[in-house]
């Protein structure tokens, strides 16, 4: 069974940098997509960054380039997302998703991914 832990959500200044984690079971790092996508009441799901590994590819959106940074460590079977400069604008619900089909792009939608953490919530204020 396939299964996805968020961690390390919280509050934070803006300007400040936060580390989210996704612990994962049930299938191999290399073998699906992974992402990170982020939602505000109101409006869609929006994927953020996502990597494969089989493929190579990783993918930011844009307004979060050079601020977030996806990294996994396999050993500890956890996938990470480093933000730095948080804005007011990143202050949202964030999921991490897994698939072993979809493909690691601009074009990535939550509709697309099988499976899904809980969710943990950031708040950054300024």
């Known amino acids: 069974e396939v299964q996805l832990v968020e961690s390390g959500g919280g509050s934070v200044q803006a300007e400040g940098h936060l580390r989210l984690s996704c612990t994962y079971s049930?299938?191999?790092?290399?073998?699906?997509?992974m992402a990170w996508f982020r939602q505000v009441p109101g409006k869609e799901r929006e994927g953020i960054s996502c990597?494969?590994?089989?493929?190579?590819?990783?993918w930011y959106l844009d307004s979060v380039k050079g601020r977030f940074t996806i990294t996994s460590d396999n050993a500890k079977n956890t996938m990470y997302l480093q933000m730095s400069s948080l804005q007011d604008e990143d202050t949202a619900t964030y999921y991490c998703?897994?698939?072993?089909?979809?493909?690691?792009?601009?074009?990535?939608?939550?509709?697309?991914?099988?499976?899904w953490g809980q969710g943990i919530l950031v708040t950054v204020s300024s």
């Open positions: 998703a897994a698939d072993p089909y979809t493909i690691c792009d601009s074009l990535i939608s939550a509709r697309h991914l099988e499976h």
């Open positions: 049930g299938f191999s790092f290399d073998d699906y997509t």
């Open positions: 990597v494969n590994v089989r493929e190579g590819r990783t």
